[in-house]
């Protein structure tokens, strides 16, 4: 049964690259699959951030791509995220998820399983 | 940018159904999904590509689509179905995209 975990700093302040790295046990990620990065501001609605297939193909929210960078590394089945100059907009809980819909086509994608999240605060 | 909308809140007494909405331009076009989220914990899929259940959630739960509304339905509402719950889905054209609901608050009174 394939898990994924999030880590990371939970601090991180402005104008500063947040970093986070979502662990897979459960299943190879070089095997198939998308796999994204969701964003969920406390008390408030999910918000996608990106995806990326085990072979590096990436797509991005349009309202976050100017400072999002999502990477595969399957030589330690991960995936990471880097989401640049930072502000407290960005506060939030991030989880990592499977796409196990397997194409790129709009509308076709979707999540699950999810990590249990974790929350970073941007803050001086 | 495009929008899914649903309804805040939706209240209902144990037992009775649940009809949780989700409204969006492309919805003809294009597959939903919803997910449970209970406080304090991830989301979780319980309907994919508008109408189907994952294993392991319960038969109570199903989806249905018409025109430019798609519709979560919980039968038999139980206390433990309390929580938020998101649709997901994309604008009409592209490639890989996904848009989530604004979340509604289901309470069991």
């Known amino acids: 049964q394939v898990q994924l975990q999030e880590s990371g700093p939970g601090l991180v302040k402005p104008s500063e690259t947040l970093s986070l790295t979502c662990a897979v046990s459960g299943y190879s990620i070089s095997s198939g699959y998308y796999w994204g990065w969701i964003r969920q501001p406390p008390g408030k609605g999910l918000e996608w951030i990106g995806s990326i297939y085990h072979s590096g193909s990436t797509y991005y929210n349009p309202s976050l791509k100017s400072r999002v960078t999502i990477s595969v590394d399957t030589s330690k089945n991960q995936f990471s995220l880097k989401l640049s100059s930072v502000t407290a907009a960005d506060t939030a809980v991030y989880y990592c998820a499977r796409d196990p819909s397997g194409g790129a086509a709009a509308g076709s994608n979707w999540f699950d399983p999810w990590g249990q999240g974790t929350l970073v605060t941007v803050s001086s | 940018s495009y929008e899914l909308t649903q309804p805040p809140s939706v209240s209902v007494s144990p037992g009775q159904t649940a009809r949780i909405t989700c409204s969006g331009d492309a919805l003809p076009k294009q597959y939903a999904y919803w997910y449970q989220q209970k406080p304090g914990q991830a989301p979780v899929l319980v309907i994919y590509k508008d109408s189907e259940r994952p294993s392991g959630i319960p038969e109570r739960f199903s989806g249905s689509s018409s025109g430019t509304t798609v519709t979560l339905t919980i039968s038999g509402v139980q206390a433990e179905d309390e929580a938020d719950y998101y649709c997901?889905?994309?604008?009409?054209?592209?490639?890989?995209?996904?848009?989530f609901g604004g979340g509604t608050k289901l309470t069991v009174l």
């Open positions: 997901q889905s994309a604008d009409s054209s592209g490639t890989y995209d996904v848009v």
